[in-house]
Nanobody, 123 residues
Framework: QLQLVESGGGLVQPGGSLRLSCAAS????????IGWFRQAPGKEREGVSC????????DYADSVKDRFTISRDNAKNTVYLQMNNLKPEDTAVYYC????????????????WGQGIQVTVSS
């Protein structure tokens, strides 16, 4: 069974950068598309970005386009989310998740989820 672990979160000032990692602690994500989601306090969890199993056709939410970049290294069983020019509204718990189908924003399609990691953007 695939188990995912996020890392790289923390506190950063507005305009700063962070790189989140999503690693498979058990199993392999090689054949899965991987999505990043986030949940801010008092809000529903929303899709942020997704990358196919081969690394092609990444997709982004409009709110993060041109600031976030998703990538993957299947040899390391890891997906990354590079977040630049962070804004206070990016503050949330970030989750990575795996789906056996193509990238989708439908969260019920994801069969494995990480525990989440806090990202706080504040001066």
């Amino acid at each position: 069974q695939l188990q995912l672990v996020e890392s790289g979160g923390g506190l950063v000032q507005p305009g700063g950068s962070l790189r989140l990692s999503c690693a498979a602690s058990e199993g392999t994500m090689e054949y899965d598309a991987i999505g990043w989601f986030r949940q801010a306090p008092g809000k529903e969890r929303e899709g942020v970005s997704c990358i196919s199993s081969t690394g092609g056709s990444p997709d982004y939410a409009d709110s993060v386009k041109d600031r976030f970049t998703i990538s993957r290294d299947n040899a390391k069983n890891t997906v990354y989310l590079q977040m630049n020019n962070l804004k206070p509204e990016d503050t949330a718990v970030y989750y990575c998740a795996a789906t056996s189908i193509l990238c989708t924003w439908y969260q019920y399609e994801y069969h494995s989820w990480g525990q989440g990691i806090q990202v706080t953007v504040s001066s």
